[in-house]
C-alpha cells in the first residue's frame, strides 16, 4: 500500500500555546504524536488518522493556493472566538495562516508584510474604510432605487432557495459588512456560517456589529478574508452559496462563478443578488447609462447570467426581476 501524504509529512515539534494567546505561525505546528483529539468536532472540522494511529483534526478549509483541507491547530469551531485562537496549515506547501484583526485571513499573500498588488476601482473602493463604514449607513439602503427589496426581504428569498441547504454550512461570498450573513447565523437554519470579504475594513465592520450581539459571538460564524476567484475550500465541499450584491463588482464574474460551482458538493445550492445591466422593461437612457459604466461595473443581462451558470456546470437554473434588480438560483449536479 502506497503511504498515505499524512504519514509523510513532518511538523517540527513545539510547545502548545495557551488558548487565550493568538496563535504565531512562527512557532510551528506539534508533531503528530503530541496532537490530542477533541472532546467533539464541529461540522466544520473532521479527524482524519495517520499510519500510526494518531488523529489529527482536518479542517473545513483549505489552502488557496493548493486547495489542500487545512490543518488546524487551536479549538474546534466555526465561532469567533475559535477561529481566532487557531493556527492553520496546508500539509502540501506549507503555508501557515492565521487570524489577522478580527479575521482569518487566507489569501494567497497572507502573511506578506511588504507586498502591494493594484486592484481594479471597485475592489479597491470597497476596501476604503469610509466606505465600509457607511456601507449600512445609506449606501445599501439606495439599492431600494434599482428594485431591490431591502435586506430583510432578500434574506426571506434567499431561505426559500435554501431549503435543501439546512443543517449544513453556507459561505456568503462578498458578504461586506455581514449584513446577510448574520441573518443567516441568527436563523439557526445552519451548522456554519463563513462571512467571506476580500476587504478587511467590510470585515472589520462586520466584527464591529457581532460585537455588539451576544447571540452572534456565540454563533458558527466566522470572518474570513479571500478572494472570491480563489476560494479557501476543497472541492465539492460546500453546502451553499449566497453572493448579494456582489455579481457586478466582481473582476471577473466567470471565473468567480466557475470557483463557487467547483466547491459546491452535489446538490449544493447557489444563490446571488445582482443589478441587471437593463430588463425587457428598462428605458432606454437607463440602458445607455449603464452601458457607459460596464467598464467598472459588470453589470450583465439576465440571459447572460443565465449562461454564465450553465457554463460553469450549474443546473436547474431559476430566476426572479424587480426592475434592475435580480435574485437567482442554480444547483450543482
Known amino acids: 500500500m502506497a503511504s498515505s501524504p499524512l504519514h509523510r509529512l513532518q511538523f517540527p515539534k513545539c510547545h502548545y500555546l495557551s488558548l487565550k494567546s493568538e496563535f504565531d505561525p512562527r512557532l510551528g ?3 503528530y504524536s ?11 472540522s473532521s479527524l482524519v488518522m495517520d499510519l500510526e494511529g494518531q488523529a489529527i483534526e482536518k479542517d473545513y478549509f483549505a489552502c488557496p493556493i493548493c486547495y489542500e483541507p487545512l490543518i488546524r491547530k487551536g479549538p474546534s469551531g466555526l465561532n469567533l472566538s ?32 511588504d507586498y502591494t498588488e493594484n486592484q481594479p476601482y471597485l475592489t479597491e473602493l470597497f476596501r476604503s474604510p ?12 439606495n439599492f431600494n432605487l434599482g428594485g ?16 435543501s441547504a439546512k443543517g449544513g454550512c453556507i459561505v456568503d461570498v462578498s458578504c461586506g459588512t455581514g449584513l446577510i450573513s448574520r ?22 465592520q462586520c466584527y464591529d456589529f457581532i460585537n455588539k450581539d451576544d447571540i452572534l459571538l456565540k454563533a458558527n460564524l466566522a470572518l474570513v478574508r479571500a478572494d472570491v ?9 460546500v453546502d451553499a452559496v449566497h453572493a448579494g450584491a456582489a455579481l457586478h463588482c466582481w473582476p471577473s464574474p466567470s471565473n468567480s462563478v466557475a470557483e463557487i460551482s467547483r466547491i459546491l458538493r452535489s446538490g449544493g445550492i447557489f444563490v446571488g443578488t445582482t ?32 449562461g454564465l451558470c450553465m457554463s460553469c456546470g450549474l443546473i436547474n437554473y431559476t430566476s426572479k426581476v424587480h426592475q434592475s434588480f435580480i435574485i437567482f438560483s442554480a444547483q450543482k449536479p
Open 183 to 204: 441573518k443567516f447565523a441568527k436563523s439557526g437554519s445552519y451548522s456554519g456560517v463563513v462571512a467571506l470579504d476580500f476587504s478587511e475594513n467590510m470585515l472589520r
Open 148 to 163: 431591490f427589496p431591502g435586506p430583510e426581504e432578500e434574506f426571506k428569498m434567499a431561505q426559500d432557495y435554501f431549503q
Open 130 to 141: 469610509f466606505v465600509s463604514f457607511l456601507y449600512e449607513r445609506g449606501w445599501r439602503q
Open 34 to 44: 503530541t496532537l490530542t483529539i477533541p472532546a467533539a468536532i464541529n461540522n466544520s
Open 82 to 113: 475559535a477561529i481566532y485562537r487557531s493556527g492553520f496549515k496546508c500539509k502540501r506547501c506549507r503555508k501557515s495562516f492565521s487570524s489577522k484583526d478580527k479575521y482569518l485571513d487566507l489569501t494567497v499573500t497572507s502573511g506578506l508584510l
Open 275 to 306: 443589478f441587471l445591466r437593463y430588463s425587457s422593461t428598462t428605458p432606454l437612457i437607463v440602458r445607455l447609462f449603464r452601458e457607459s459604466v460596464s467598464r467598472t461595473h459588470k453589470f450583465l443581462t439576465e440571459q447572460e447570467i443565465e
Open 229 to 237: 476567484c480563489r476560494l479557501p475550500f476543497s472541492s465539492g465541499s
Open 29 to 31: 505546528f506539534p508533531s
